[in-house]
């Protein structure tokens, strides 16, 4: 019962996407950036891949990037041992920030006042974006380098994946660590969904769900291939994910059951992110492109358009003229 | 009834000469009506504003025309790490990010031609 899905390709990296963000819904849109080894993130349209603009200045490879929600500020983590804050509407690079390390992190709260980042140190940091000059606040306990690390419970508290192969909860005044998840291997990606409090964790084959709060499990699903990110849809009915095997994976979350996969990618998929209203989401591949892909396959919705079959569709624009019977969400 | 779904047309991808950020987007007109500082602080007497902005032609003007003077004249470009060259300037990209050069003259030899990072470029200096 496969379905055909046509995703929009956004070609324009010359390396493999290793991170991609979505902003949250703005009066312009949502927006959506991509981090890339080629060093040059860029931001896009989100709900049509359209290009907007290239961030220039890194110096090596981009393993980072987020926006925040209201796409006026982008942050980057870069192999050039710094971090980035961008003008997101002019493309003008705002700050810079020293690391000691390759940076592979970035994450703004939710008023934009601060940024965490994280990286091949094994040290988080939170800047305060006002006083940008002071020192950062620093959260030692890693033994690995930082795969991500994320704000959460209403920015009290931060979540962080390591290859020590722990996921680490902490607080952030006392930035003393309040739990911690052990597993059998590194954790390739972790998503925070904070309607719901709920985070995402995939490594290996599994895809796993947990409280965000507490840490205590949800429930996993195994995909057929080794996972690297995997995403929520807003309304927690779906997820998908995307790994190795170069496909996309779509599960029920209820029943865990697969229900789709997708070719296209021509590389292993490493990134993978529902947009904020859910009707799409988007992929990040080592064959250097982004691709867009439907929820709901067949609805009309950005670049896709939904066309019924021609039969006697004379009879169909006539009847679409007098103002009948209206089909889809044709306008 | 099955339905297909069509493309209207593809991602526009990024565009080879610029780094975008197109400056009549509507967002863009929204959010950054002027870059000018005197008034982002506070909208102060548009008088200053207007000064600051001849004064950004001004300097602006100045330089292209400092590029255009350049062009095929031996450069002394002063760079990070303590690196100094010597080159024929040819031309800048459109974003100065880049300069087009030949003959450049490093410890290790004679480049024929080459590109030089302009975020790596301290200050360089030729003779009119």
């Known amino acids: 019962m496969a379905m055909r899905q046509t995703p929009l390709t956004c070609s324009g990296h010359t390396r493999p996407v290793v991170d991609l963000a979505f902003s949250g819904i703005t009066p312009y849109g ?16 989100g709900d049509t891949g359209d290009w907007i603009g290239t961030f220039l200045g890194h110096k090596g490879a981009v393993w980072g990037a987020t926006l925040n929600n209201e796409a006026t500020k982008a942050a980057t983590a870069a192999a050039d041992f710094t971090a980035k804050v961008w003008d997101a509407v002019t493309g003008d690079e705002v700050l810079t920030l020293a690391h000691k390390h390759i940076v592979k992190s970035v994450n703004f709260t939710q008023d934009s ?21 002071a020192e950062p606040q620093e959260i030692t306990g890693h033994t690995s380098a930082i795969k991500k690390a994320l704000w959460c419970n209403n920015d009290t508290q931060i979540l962080s994946a390591a290859d020590d192969k722990t996921v680490r909860l902490w607080d952030r005044n006392s930035t003393e660590v309040v739990k911690q998840l052990s597993f059998d291997m590194s954790v390739s990606s972790m998503e ?140 | 009834m099955s339905t297909l779904v069509t493309l209207l047309r593809l991602p526009r991808g990024p565009d080879p000469n610029g780094r975008g950020f197109d400056p009549n987007s509507t967002r ?7 870059t000018i500082s005197a008034s982002t602080e506070t909208w102060t007497d548009s008088v200053e504003v207007g000064e600051e902005q001849r004064a950004r032609s001004a300097l602006r003007e100045s330089f292209l025309r ?32 880049n300069f087009q050069v030949s003959e450049l003259q490093t410890p290790i030899g004679v480049q024929k031609e080459a590109l030089l990072r302009c975020q790596d470029v301290i200050s360089y200096s030729f003779d009119l």
């Open chain 1, 192 to 331: 925070y969904i904070p309607d719901g409090e709920v985070l995402v964790i995939t490594y290996g084959k599994t895809i796993a769900f947990y409280n965000a709060l507490s840490l205590d499990m949800i429930k996993t699903v195994d995909a057929p291939a080794s996972i690297h990110s995997a995403s929520l849809h807003p309304d927690k009915d779906f997820f998908v994910a995307g790994g190795d095997d170069f496909k996309l994976y779509k599960f029920d979350y209820g029943t865990k059951e697969e229900l789709e996969s997708y070719k296209g990618h021509f590389g292993p998929v490493h990134c993978v992110r529902f947009s904020p209203d859910g009707e799409l989401y988007a992929s990040g591949s080592e064959d250097g492109t982004l691709r867009l892909w439907q929820t709901a396959v067949g609805k009309t919705y950005g670049l896709w358009k939904c066309v019924l079959p021609v039969i006697g569709s004379r009879e169909l624009e006539g009847k679409a003229a007098n103002g009948g019977v209206g089909f889809g969400d044709d306008q």
């Open chain 1, 113 to 133: 006042s601060c940024l965490l980042t994280g990286g091949n140190d094994k040290i988080i940091r939170i800047y305060d974006l006002n006083k940008p000059e």
């Open chain 2, 28 to 34: 863009f007109v929204a959010l950054c009506p002027t």
């Open chain 1, 30 to 45: 949502y927006f959506l950036i991509s981090a890339c080894k080629d060093g040059k993130p860029m931001l896009r349209q």
């Open chain 2, 66 to 97: 400092t590029l255009i003077a350049m062009t095929n004249k031996q450069v002394q470009f002063h760079m990070y790490e303590r690196v100094e060259v010597e080159a024929r300037f040819g031309a800048s990209d459109i974003d100065v990010l």
